[in-house]
T-cell receptor
Framework: GDSVTQMEGPVTLSEEAFLTINCTYT??????LFWYVQYPGEGLQLLLK?????DKGSNKGFEATYRKETTSFHLEKGSVQVSDSAVYFC???????????FGQGTELSVKP | DTEVTQTPKHLVMGMTNKKSLKCEQH?????MYWYKQKAKKPPELMFV???????INESVPSRFSPECPNSSLLNLHLHALQPEDSALYLC???????????FGSGTQLSVL
């Protein structure tokens, strides 16, 4: 079945460091891919998405490119802030519709 | 209004109690969801309502009983819960095709 694998956390960075959180997926067909973020004490929020190969999703300085050849959707940000501290979930939805499949989540902690 | 509102934010209940969680959205979304989330784990889908009809039940124990009184409201009735049911319960909504889920902040449930 479809699945998503994320790098394990926690990831601890200093402010202004470069961030990469790896995400790879297994799916039949052409799924849509998502990054959701969960700040402490809150629900999940959609951060960015991509619906076809080579699409780049971007929001709030974060970017991720849909790479079909490597089945990846890695999240990047050039300069993280303390306020980016959160848990990040990679997710996919198959092109047949149906539920979101989430990765295990990666906790990011940014220190001043 | 782009919010999903959940009440209560916190709930402590005994194993013999009956309680209800409530969720409300006014975005005109026709799909509503209940998820269960353990700390720093991905959310697990429990139920999906589409056009006020239950469309997905992920083999959830009968001590959890969902209800969708109208297109804006979603309830989760709880009865005879177990301590392992303690978790964050998240409500979400989306347009009929779930390209983007809007999550509430959740109800943190503790079962004693």
């Amino acid at each position: 079945g479809d699945s998503v694998t994320q790098m394990e956390g926690p990831v601890t960075l200093s402010e202004e460091a470069f961030l990469t959180i790896n995400c790879t997926y297994t799916a039949t067909g052409y799924p849509s891919l998502f990054w959701y973020v969960q700040y402490p004490g809150e629900g999940l929020q959609l951060l960015l998405k991509a619906t076809k190969a080579d699409d780049k999703g971007s929001n709030k300085g974060f970017e991720a490119t849909y790479r079909k050849e490597t089945t990846s959707f890695h999240l990047e940000k050039g300069s993280v802030q303390v306020s980016d501290s959160a848990v990040y979930f990679c997710a996919l939805r198959s092109n047949q519709g149906g539920k979101l499949i989430f990765g295990q989540g990666t906790e990011l902690s940014v220190k001043p | 209004d782009t919010e999903v509102t959940q009440t209560p934010k916190h709930l402590v209940m005994g194993m013999t109690n009956k309680k209800s969680l409530k969720c409300e959205q006014h975005m005109g979304h026709r799909a509503m969801y209940w998820y269960k989330q353990k700390a720093k784990k991905p959310p697990e889908l429990m139920f999906v309502y589409s056009y006020e009809k239950l469309s997905i039940n992920e083999s959830v124990p009968s001590r959890f009983s969902p209800e969708c009184p109208n297109s804006s409201l979603l309830n989760l009735h709880l009865h005879a819960l177990q301590p392992e049911d303690s978790a964050l319960y998240l409500c979400a909504s989306s347009q009929s095709r779930p390209e983007k889920l809007f999550f509430g902040s959740g109800t943190q449930l503790s079962v004693l």
